[in-house]
């Protein structure tokens, strides 16, 4: 069990967006009443070089089994393309995995994403990456991602996103709901903070509560924080119920 538990959990703590090929309504987005103080695309802007660390935990149960994962990961971009799209090579080391008061070090992770112009998920490969779990980050990836909005958004404006069951997404469906919650300073980052309130329509009856802070320079991600339920997983029998936290370097 502890062997399945860990890909699991990594891929669990893994960010992205979605995955290109899901079939995606536009999203609907409600604009607050309030004045503006600012808008904003969320649109992440990379350039080849950029790098990012960050620190993660993950406090997961499957089946009644306590687990608690540690790591860090780096992320580098190492392509940029003219409408905006970016591939990031991901390393995961120094995890630590502890089910039921067993302990064991866990292997270094390599992860590629390659994302579209829009943050969706065009393509995820690795070595490490098991062909029967790809299904599965569909799921998990889904409900705590960050969707555009499709247009600039100020603060307590929201947007829902519908992803359409295909064969191309493995017949995952999702509604989720986001709200431009605030600003905040966390560390020495200026953030934007999102709220996610995730379900799966389709291939699955899982959940999720998620906060997004993203930067204010550039919208990358700065801090994930939240819980999903009933995440189903390649090789493990139990559906994961998680709570997630992912800290960048500095904040």
């Known amino acids: 069990m502890i062997r399945k538990l860990l890909p699991a959990l990594l891929l669990l703590a893994s960010y992205g967006a979605s995955i290109a090929q899901t079939a995606e309504t536009p999203a609907k987005t409600t604009t607050a009443p309030t004045a503006a103080v600012g808008m904003y695309s969320l649109k992440r802007t990379s350039k080849v070089g950029d790098t990012i660390k960050y620190k993660l935990t993950v406090k997961a149960n499957a089946g009644g089994i306590d687990a608690?994962?540690?790591?860090?990961?780096?992320?580098?971009?190492?392509?940029?393309?003219?409408?905006?799209?970016?591939?990031?090579?991901?390393?995961?080391?120094?995890?630590?995995?502890?089910?039921?008061?067993?302990?064991?070090?866990?292997?270094?992770?390599?992860?590629?994403?390659?994302?579209?112009?829009?943050?969706?998920?065009?393509?995820?490969?690795?070595?490490?990456?098991?062909?029967?779990?790809?299904?599965?980050f569909v799921s998990l990836d889904t409900l705590k991602s960050l969707r555009l909005p499709g247009k600039p958004v100020k603060v307590g404006d929201t947007w829902t996103v519908e992803i359409a069951p295909t064969d191309a997404n493995a017949k995952v469906g999702a509604h989720l709901e986001y709200k431009l919650d605030g600003e905040e300073k966390l560390g020495t980052f200026d953030t934007l903070r999102i709220k996610l309130t995730g379900k799966l329509v389709s291939g699955g009856d899982a959940t999720s509560e998620m906060t997004i802070w993203v930067s204010k320079t550039d919208f990358s991600m700065v801090k994930t924080e939240g819980t999903a339920s009933k995440l189903p997983f390649a090789n493990v029998p139990f559906p994961i119920d998680a709570k997630i936290t992912i800290v960048r370097e500095g904040a």
């Open 68 to 136: 608690t994962l540690t790591a860090a990961s780096e992320d580098k971009v190492t392509k940029v393309t003219e409408a905006g799209g970016y591939t990031l090579d991901q390393t995961w080391s120094d995890s630590k995995l502890d089910v039921g008061g067993t302990a064991q070090d866990g292997p270094t992770i390599q992860i590629t994403y390659t994302y579209g112009p829009s943050n969706e998920l065009l393509d995820l490969t690795g070595k490490d990456v098991e062909e029967q779990a790809k299904t599965s």
